[in-house]
């Protein structure tokens, strides 16, 4: 029969021993340190000058002074000197000054949660997810919101023949798309079924210049107030296309 239990190592009491107290006690101080773990700090390496009774501390790597040679164990200050346990995977901990709660997994101790959201197969939030949308929202809006100066929303693809857009759907029936769709040149397109697509502008990505793939409308209106030149409209008086130059309107036509 082993003298300790399997788990924790806390010493049994064995037949015919003297001082029975002394190893009940030792168990009990065991747990008394190891249930309802609260540790003060998980990355210290330098014991405290002036620990409390009953304190712990998770003992970081590169320990020194009292703690050498103890990295990765738990250290508690108990009856005027220190007790050292070796955590098992699946210890979790409350660190006080961080005010969360730890596991110990991998030989380190880290965030709970942290380690239960890593390489997820599939996310759904208030909805199902399956193969293809391998993250699937369903709310009335969603709140992407910066952590710091500002905040990108990144689409990547692999190669240029890939696609990295975003669509927009009627019932689940695409009507407008943006992105690079086949190619690394910007566009626009629409359908109004699913299925016939019109690309509206293209943006190339080796020159920047702009190409109307369809009709361009602009809606005949009196001449801005305040132009800029390079300003351009279809005057409903005149019926003619206007540009501005920088100081008076010029017919193109």
Not at 62 to 85: K, M, N, S, Y
Not at 138 to 156: R, S
Request: with cysteine.
């Amino acid at each position: 029969m082993s003298d300790q239990t399997p788990n924790l190592s806390m010493p049994y009491i064995m037949p015919s021993q003297a001082q029975k107290h002394v190893t009940h006690n030792e168990a009990i101080e065991l747990l008394d340190m190891i249930v309802q773990l609260t540790f003060e700090s998980a990355d210290l390496t330098t014991p405290p000058a002036s620990p409390a009774e009953g304190q712990a501390w998770a003992v970081s790597a590169g320990a020194t002074g009292d703690w050498a040679g103890q990295d990765g164990q738990i250290a508690a200050w108990r009856g005027g000197g220190w007790l050292f346990v070796a955590p098992q995977d699946g210890w979790r901990a409350w660190v006080r000054d961080v005010a969360e709660i730890q596991a110990f997994t991998g030989g380190a101790w880290v965030t709970q949660g942290e380690e239960d959201f890593q390489n997820l197969p599939s996310v759904g939030i208030n909805a199902t997810a399956d193969a293809t949308n391998r993250l699937s929202v369903n709310a009335p809006a969603t709140l992407l919101n910066n952590d710091g100066a500002g905040h990108q929303v990144k689409i990547n693809k692999a190669t240029a023949a890939d696609t990295a857009s975003l669509l927009y759907q009627s019932g689940f029936s695409g009507r407008a798309e943006m992105g690079l769709a086949g190619n690394d040149d910007f566009s626009i397109k629409v359908s109004a079924d699913g299925s016939a697509w019109f690309t509206g502008v293209t943006v190339a990505a080796a020159t920047g210049h702009v190409q109307i793939d369809q009709v361009l409308h602009l809606n005949p209106t009196a001449a801005p107030a305040s132009p800029a030149a390079g300003d351009v409209y279809f005057d409903a008086t005149a019926a003619k296309l206007r540009c501005y130059d920088g100081t008076a309107w010029q017919d193109l036509f």
